[in-house]
């Protein structure tokens, strides 16, 4: 009697539930079961668009749902059934899996399920379950669920299929994006790809450039299908390689068959949408060639003549010619530039003027952010910004060039029986440096003003080699009028024979000279004062009294 009222009171869906589980206690599933809860299971199959034997399960799932490891043997007990009644339910569970009604998790000897929090909290609400509409998102917000997804499929919850499934929902639901439609103009293979979604997530979510086997397989749950996939990988025949999208890591100048890495190329097409760290942190070290500003310079005869070459060299016209022949003749196509000399003598100012009258951006390369003091660290920055100027280099219509300005703290002598950390780590980033000058496709300048400290085995690679000597008299005097033009010429001389200054220092006296003319109104060159700042700028030392037993 008491069972019969509890029957015929008004139904919710957690009632349902309720009478379903009461009735399929020790039932085996059987004709009379179905009878009997035939108005609950009408009721659940009804507001939840499932068939009964899916509405069973569903009712055994939600009184189950405290337990985050539900299993086949616990339904088994239940119905007091064999496990084998219930594997024939599979195809009914596999459907509420589909449906995000429940996940599933499977270990190589094991299959358990969970309730999602959201289900059971629907269940309470008496509504029926609704996935997430994952629509209308932003990109940041496409890969926060990219994420849940991958997350679920490592830990076995959904199958390939079920997160496959899921990620094309995802995309279709998001058309808007540029990413999505990129993903899409592609035209891949449904395989390929998911796995260029999986690069892409682990580079997005996880800042991921060192992207082992390990890092994939788990999204295959398909042995045969996962060989296949790593075969055409490992022979650098995949489709996402012959289409640039993904390569190998390079270990110290070496191929590493076992690390891949999404190219420059794909990272630029896929994620303008995202304004990623990653891929913005090396613009601040960027110089534009179109935001140098014109500045004439004043170089010896010889300096002159080799700062010419080497402008006419790095035209884009006679540059790619050269590359090209040195490529036919088995030659290395880098060019490797040393400046060396005083400081002020113009070494960092001629490379600016080089990529201004070239048309070539610069990459300048921060020698104190190279160096850590995590150990292995300085090594992979050192590498790090080799990779970025090869990326840059691909995706550049005019080879950028790339600046080591100030080079003395990484070309000087290498220590001979290095014990020390700081010291092995010293040669580890010249070892990689050399290595990479090797193989470079690019132009790299380097300046110093200790060239007779730098290594012999730099020095070999350097294939131009300019020395910036302090100017000549006459220079001296061209820079003086350049910078003071209103100076008469004969105290442009007296100041040129007087002061062997460099054209740096020049023109800190000039700029000295120019604040103090604005703080005291006076736009008059005045010798004299001229004079007293030069004296300021030599910075002469006075004889120092000796200390010590005489």
Same mark, same amino acid.
């Given at each position: 009697?008491?069972?019969?009222k509890?029957?015929?009171?008004k139904?919710?869906?957690?009632?349902?539930?309720?009478?379903?589980v009461?009735?399929?206690?020790?039932?085996?599933?059987?004709?009379?079961?179905?009878?009997?809860?035939?108005?609950?299971?009408?009721?659940?199959?009804?507001r939840?668009?499932?068939?009964?034997?899916?509405?069973?399960?569903?009712?055994?799932?939600?009184?189950n749902?405290?337990?985050?490891s539900?299993?086949?043997?616990?339904?088994?007990?239940?119905?007091?059934?064999?496990?084998?009644?219930?594997?024939?339910l599979?195809?009914?569970?596999?459907e509420?899996?589909?449906?995000?009604?429940?996940c599933?998790?499977?270990?190589?000897?094991d299959i358990?399920?969970?309730?999602?929090?959201?289900?059971?909290?629907?269940?309470?609400?008496?509504?029926?379950?609704?996935?997430?509409?994952?629509?209308?998102?932003?990109?940041?917000?496409?890969?926060?669920?990219? *994420?849940?997804?991958?997350?679920m499929?490592k830990?076995?919850?959904?199958?390939?299929?079920?997160?496959i499934?899921?990620?094309q929902?995802?995309?279709?639901?998001?058309?808007?994006?540029?990413?999505?439609?990129?993903?899409?103009?592609?035209?891949?293979y449904?395989?390929?790809e998911?796995?260029?979604?999986?690069?892409?997530?682990?580079?997005?979510?996880?800042?991921?450039?060192?992207?082992?086997?390990?890092?994939?397989?788990?999204?295959?749950?398909c042995?045969?299908?996962?060989?296949?996939?790593?075969?055409?990988?490992?022979?650098?025949?995949?489709?996402?390689?012959?289409t640039?999208?993904i390569e190998?890591?390079?270990?110290?100048?070496?191929v590493?068959r076992?690390s891949f890495r999404?190219?420059?190329?794909a990272k630029?097409a896929?994620f303008s949408?995202?304004?990623?760290?990653?891929?913005?942190?090396d613009r601040?070290?960027?110089?534009?060639?179109?935001?140098?500003?014109?500045?004439?310079?004043y170089?010896?005869?010889?300096?002159?003549?080799?700062?010419?070459?080497?402008?006419?060299?790095?035209?884009?016209?006679?540059?790619?010619?050269?590359?090209?022949?040195?490529?036919?003749?088995g030659?290395r196509?880098g060019?490797?530039?040393?400046?060396?000399?005083?400081?002020?003598?113009?070494?960092? *100012?001629?490379?600016?003027?080089?990529a201004?009258?070239t048309?070539?951006?610069?990459?300048?390369?921060?020698?104190?952010?190279?160096?850590?003091m995590?150990?292995?660290?300085?090594?992979k920055?050192?590498?790090?910004?080799?990779?970025q100027?090869?990326?840059?280099?691909?995706?550049?219509?005019?080879?950028?060039?790339?600046?080591f300005? *100030?080079?003395?703290?990484?070309i000087?002598?290498r220590?001979?029986?290095?014990?020390?950390?700081?010291?092995?780590?010293e040669n580890?980033?010249?070892?990689?440096i050399?290595?990479?000058m090797?193989?470079?496709?690019g132009?790299?300048?380097?300046?110093?003003?200790?060239?007779q400290?730098?290594?012999?085995?730099?020095?070999?690679r350097?294939?131009?080699?300019i020395?910036f000597n302090?100017?000549?008299?006459?220079?001296?005097?061209?820079i003086?009028?350049?910078?003071?033009p209103?100076?008469?010429?004969?105290d442009i001389?007296?100041?040129?024979?007087k002061?062997?200054?460099?054209?740096?220092?020049?023109?800190n006296i000039?700029r000295?000279?120019?604040?103090?003319?604005?703080?005291?109104?006076?736009?008059?060159?005045?010798? *004299?004062?001229?004079?007293e700042?030069?004296?300021?700028?030599?910075?002469?030392?006075?004889?120092?009294?000796?200390?010590?037993?005489?």
């Open positions: 009697m008491e069972t019969k509890r029957m015929t009171r139904l919710d869906l957690l009632t349902a539930v309720e009478q379903v009461e009735l399929s206690k020790g039932s085996r599933l059987n004709a009379e079961f179905f009878k009997k809860a035939a108005h609950p299971l009408k009721h659940l199959s009804e939840l668009e499932m068939t009964k034997e899916q509405s069973v399960m569903m009712a055994l799932f939600i009184d749902s405290n337990d985050t539900i299993r086949n043997s616990d339904f088994s007990r239940h119905l007091e059934c064999s496990t084998t009644r219930v594997i024939r599979m195809s009914d569970i596999e509420l899996e589909r449906r995000g009604l429940v599933c998790r499977r270990d190589e000897s358990s399920y969970r309730v999602p929090w959201e289900v059971v909290e629907a269940f309470k609400r008496n509504e029926k379950y609704t996935p997430r509409d994952y629509s209308g998102l932003n990109c940041s917000e496409l890969f926060n669920v990219i *994420e849940e997804i991958m997350k499929r830990d076995k919850e959904l199958s390939t299929e079920v997160a499934m899921r990620l929902q995802l995309m279709d639901g998001n058309n808007h994006l540029l990413f999505v439609q990129k993903l899409k103009s592609f035209n891949l449904e395989k390929d998911m796995l260029l979604l999986l690069f892409s997530h682990l580079f997005v979510n996880n800042n991921d450039d060192n992207i082992g086997y390990h890092d994939l397989n788990f999204f295959f749950d042995p045969t299908q996962w060989s296949l996939i790593k075969g055409r990988l490992n022979k650098n025949s995949h489709i996402l390689q012959e640039k999208m190998f890591n390079n270990d110290e100048g070496f590493n076992e999404m190219t420059w190329a630029q896929l949408e995202l304004n990623l760290v990653s891929m913005n942190q601040k070290n960027v110089i534009k060639h179109e935001e140098i500003v014109q500045k004439q310079l170089y010896d005869k010889a300096v002159a003549s080799q700062v010419s070459d080497l402008g006419q060299l790095l035209e884009e016209s006679h540059y790619n010619d050269v590359c090209s022949r040195l490529k036919d003749k030659y196509s060019f490797t530039c040393l400046f060396y000399g005083a400081p002020g003598t113009g070494k960092t *100012e001629t490379v600016l003027q080089l201004r009258q048309g070539r951006d610069i990459m300048q390369v921060n020698i104190s952010e190279i160096k850590s995590w150990v292995g660290e300085s090594e920055n050192i590498k790090k910004v080799f990779e100027y090869r990326m840059k280099v691909e995706t550049s219509t005019i080879a950028p060039i790339l600046l300005n *100030e080079a003395d703290a990484i000087g002598k220590q001979e029986g290095a014990e020390r950390a700081v010291e092995k780590m580890s980033i010249q070892n990689i050399l290595q990479e090797e193989t470079l496709n132009i790299l300048i380097a300046t110093t003003n200790l060239a400290n730098m290594d012999k085995a730099f020095e070999r350097f294939l131009y080699k020395k302090k100017p000549t008299l006459e220079a001296r005097m061209q003086w009028h350049s910078m003071l209103e100076l008469q010429e004969s001389r007296a100041l040129a024979e002061y062997d200054f460099s054209g740096g220092q020049i023109e000039a000295h000279y120019a604040i103090d003319s604005i703080l005291h109104s006076d736009s008059a060159a005045s010798l *004299e004062k001229l004079m700042h030069c004296d300021s700028e030599r910075l002469e030392q006075k004889e120092s009294r000796k200390i010590g037993f005489k």
